[in-house]
């Protein structure tokens, strides 16, 4: 009887993402981590729901994706896509209706709002093809891969964003994913994980981003100053140029996460973005803060971070790193709860958790 209560309340901490003090990572179950476990500033504004309380369907093909959002009573009606297999152009046309606003070639997410997309059973590959929110609200995305998106070349999606949002954005939170490319803007490729254009109150989490020229940024260009509340936390950087990420204005947050062989820059605060840069682990990388190509300032708040073979540049025109010891230069305020691991426990904790197919883990706070 104890054993079974025991149990019992493991695994309604684990629902919750709360700590048990034993073991790395507390696994989520898969039907609960979609409706729950939002954290940082998709917590606010209202909160993140996605599809919570709505029909639950389940597609293997890109058309059957639309046709899902398609088919609902309404835009703003909670539908929950469970996706399976490999999603690409060849099977993702537009699907028209009343609901929706979709189009070919792209996973488009259009003036509507309360939509899960959650990958499960042998996983969620978007292949060659982006996913795009443009006026859409209350969005969740989880446990899925995104790869090779090209804005040129052939086939192009999404303007080469893996994970693009635009135009009057609000509360989404994307967890568990693997965005990647195999190159740089040369090679066809944009960013991973990009919003503009008024988009707020975003979170990404427990998530692989790799292989790119581009990690992503907030802000499109710098009179493009309506976005923030950003947070990035338990993600892991590897093998990117730039932009991990780019923030032009607003406000955002990055903690425990692992940026590994960041190769000309990292988290990049200009035109007066505010970054708080609390524990993470820099490792083998090269001018991982600052302000860089721009002589408009950006700020940050720094505390608790780990910097393991890391190269900084020397201040010049258009290029002002934090380093080689980075100091505040703002403060700024953490309107929601948060747990930090020590910096020196995030290469192994992400490592474990984060990306597509782990199970949906998270930190339980400890090594």
Same mark, same amino acid.
């Not at 606003?101 to 259009?110: D, H, M, S, W």
């Not at 710098?222 to 204005?249: K, V």
């Given at each position: 009887?104890?054993?079974?209560?025991?149990?019992? *309340?493991? #695994?309604?901490?684990?629902?919750?993402? *709360?700590?048990?003090?034993?073991?790395?990572?507390?696994?989520?179950?898969?039907?609960?981590?979609?409706?729950?476990?939002?954290?940082?500033?998709?917590?606010?504004? %209202?909160?993140?729901?996605?599809? #919570?309380?709505?029909?639950?369907?389940?597609?293997?093909?890109?058309?059957?994706?639309?046709?899902?959002?398609?088919?609902?009573?309404?835009?703003?009606?909670?539908?929950?896509?469970?996706?399976?297999?490999?999603?690409?152009?060849?099977?993702?046309?537009?699907?028209?209706?009343?609901?929706?606003?979709? #189009?070919?070639?792209?996973?488009? *997410?259009?003036?509507?709002?309360? &939509?899960?997309? /959650?990958? &499960?059973?042998?996983?969620? /590959?978007?292949?060659?093809?982006?996913?795009?929110?443009?006026?859409?609200?209350?969005? !969740?995305?989880?446990?899925?891969? &995104?790869?090779?998106?090209?804005?040129?070349?052939?086939?192009?999606?999404?303007?080469?964003?893996?994970?693009?949002?635009?135009?009057?954005?609000?509360?989404? =939170?994307?967890?568990?994913?693997?965005?990647?490319?195999?190159?740089?803007?040369?090679?066809?490729?944009?960013?991973?994980?990009?919003?503009?254009?008024?988009?707020?109150?975003?979170?990404?989490?427990?998530?692989? *981003?790799?292989?790119?020229?581009?990690?992503?940024?907030?802000?499109?260009?710098?009179?493009?100053?309506?976005?923030?509340? !950003?947070?990035?936390?338990?993600?892991?950087?590897?093998?990117?140029?730039?932009?991990?990420?780019?923030?032009?204005?607003?406000?955002?947050?990055?903690?425990?996460?692992?940026?590994?062989?960041?190769?000309?820059?990292? !988290?990049?605060?200009?035109? %007066?973005?505010?970054?708080? /840069?609390?524990?993470?682990?820099?490792?083998?990388?090269?001018?991982?803060?600052?302000?860089?190509?721009?002589? #408009?300032?950006?700020? =940050?708040? &720094?505390?608790?971070?780990?910097?393991?073979?890391?190269? =900084?540049?020397?201040?010049?025109?258009?290029?002002?790193?934090?380093?080689?010891?980075?100091?505040?230069?703002?403060?700024?305020?953490?309107?929601?709860?948060?747990?930090?691991?020590?910096?020196?426990?995030?290469?192994?904790?992400?490592?474990?958790?984060?990306?597509?197919?782990?199970?949906?883990?998270?930190?339980?706070?400890?090594?």
């Amino acid at each position: 009887m104890r054993r079974s209560v025991a149990l019992r *309340l493991c #695994a309604a901490l684990a629902m919750t993402g *709360l700590a048990t003090g034993t073991g790395a990572v507390l696994p989520i179950p898969e039907a609960s981590a979609a409706t729950g476990g939002v954290t940082g500033y998709a917590t606010q504004n %209202g909160g993140t729901t996605g599809g #919570a309380g709505g029909q639950t369907v389940k597609a293997t093909t890109g058309t059957a994706i639309h046709a899902a959002l398609c088919g609902r009573a309404s835009a703003s009606t909670p539908i929950t896509i469970q996706v399976e297999g490999t999603i690409n152009h060849g099977n993702t046309t537009k699907v028209s209706g009343s609901s929706c606003n979709t #189009a070919a070639g792209v996973i488009e *997410l259009k003036a509507i709002s309360n &939509v899960t997309i /959650v990958g &499960v059973g042998s996983g969620a /590959v978007f292949d060659q093809l982006g996913i795009h929110l443009r006026e859409a609200r209350n969005i !969740i995305i989880q446990n899925v891969t &995104v790869r090779n998106v090209k804005k040129s070349g052939s086939p192009t999606s999404n303007g080469g964003d893996a994970i693009g949002m635009e135009r009057n954005v609000r509360n989404v =939170w994307v967890d568990h994913v693997n965005l990647e490319a195999s190159g740089g803007e040369s090679e066809g490729y944009d960013g991973l994980f990009d919003m503009k254009d008024n988009t707020q109150y975003v979170t990404l989490s427990y998530s692989v *981003l790799r292989n790119s020229g581009r990690g992503g940024l907030v802000g499109s260009s710098e009179s493009d100053l309506s976005n923030g509340f !950003i947070t990035y936390h338990h993600n892991r950087y590897e093998n990117i140029d730039s932009r991990a990420p780019l923030l032009r204005g607003g406000t955002a947050h990055m903690y425990n996460n692992h940026y590994l062989r960041l190769n000309e820059s990292g !988290i990049n605060s200009r035109a %007066g973005a505010r970054a708080k /840069v609390d524990n993470n682990y820099f490792e083998d990388s090269k001018d991982v803060l600052g302000t860089f190509y721009t002589d #408009a300032a950006g700020y =940050w708040q &720094v505390g608790g971070n780990t910097f393991d073979n890391v190269t =900084w540049s020397s201040p010049g025109s258009e290029n002002h790193p934090a380093g080689p010891n980075p100091q505040s230069n703002t403060t700024i305020t953490i309107p929601y709860s948060h747990s930090l691991d020590a910096a020196g426990c995030v290469p192994g904790i992400v490592s474990r958790t984060a990306g597509a197919n782990k199970g949906l883990q998270v930190s339980d706070g400890t090594c």
